[in-house]
């Protein structure tokens, strides 16, 4: 059973870069078979992809257009989880930002959630 | 705006049959599998149906779901008031470099 447990401060000002780590227990960050994916949820966007890093041989990042120019997604071998850092946060980036493993063609595991808040 | 279409609210009484539609287009449910997720409030979705009409462990027969070209279908049978939660369907979508698309949700109340 995989486990993804998110933490994370819930308050960033705008301008500043949000970040999130998401911790992995019954699997592997470096898996051949899995992507670890970073989704928010708000109720302007619904649940919008973010983007993803995974590991066949070598690693790979995925991200959405949307937010491409702003997004870092990292693997942390030595402590088996992932990261997500958003720069540049405006209020439109208000959400609840969730971590999830994909299996190939399912989102199978979610983190709990984490709502970040862009305000001064 | 959400990739994926679905009905914003669904409802039934208990013991009914109630359908949730998701229309999507030929770079995501036409080539890909169909997944569905239940939400409750305050908490992170759960996957419910995958590769169309697969249910994890756990899930219930009364929930099925159907693939057929561009649109898929999540079905509950014998509603219980347990089950009044968002649902949301999702598909990777092959254009560009590929991507996780969502429904916007459908919220279903038990009456």
């Known amino acids: 059973q995989v486990q993804l447990q998110q933490s994370g401060p819930g308050l960033v000002k705008p301008s500043q870069t949000l970040s999130l780590t998401c911790a992995i227990s019954?699997?592997?960050?470096?898996?051949?078979?899995?992507?670890w994916n970073w989704i928010r949820q708000s109720p302007s966007r619904g649940l919008e992809w973010l983007g993803r890093?995974?590991?066949?041989?070598?690693?790979?990042?995925d991200y959405a257009v949307s937010v491409k120019s702003r997004i870092t997604i990292n693997p942390d071998t030595s402590k088996n989880q992932f990261s997500l850092q958003l720069n540049s946060v405006t209020p439109e980036d208000t959400a609840v930002y969730y971590c999830?493993?994909?299996?190939?063609?399912?989102?199978?595991?979610w983190g709990q959630g984490t709502l970040v808040t862009v305000s001064s | 705006q959400s990739v994926l279409t679905q009905p914003p609210s669904a409802s039934g009484t208990p013991g009914q049959r109630v359908t949730i539609s998701c229309s999507g287009s030929?770079?995501?449910?036409?080539?890909?599998?169909v997944n569905w997720y239940q939400q409750l409030p305050g908490t992170a979705p759960k996957l419910l149906i995958y590769?169309?009409?697969q249910r994890p462990s756990g899930v219930p027969d009364r929930f099925s779901g159907s693939k057929s070209g561009t649109s898929a279908s999540l079905a509950i049978s014998g509603l219980q008031s347990e089950d009044e939660a968002d649902y949301y369907c999702?598909?990777?979508?092959?254009?560009?470099?590929?991507?996780?698309?969502f429904g916007g949700g459908t919220k279903l109340t038990v009456l």
């Open positions: 590769s169309n009409n």
């Open positions: 019954g699997d592997s960050v470096s898996s051949n078979s899995a992507a």
């Open positions: 999702a598909a990777w979508d092959d254009s560009l470099n590929g991507f996780w698309v």
């Open positions: 890093t995974y590991y066949r041989s070598k690693w790979y990042n």
């Open positions: 030929s770079s995501n449910i036409g080539s890909n599998t």
């Open positions: 999830a493993r994909d299996g190939g063609w399912e989102l199978t595991s």
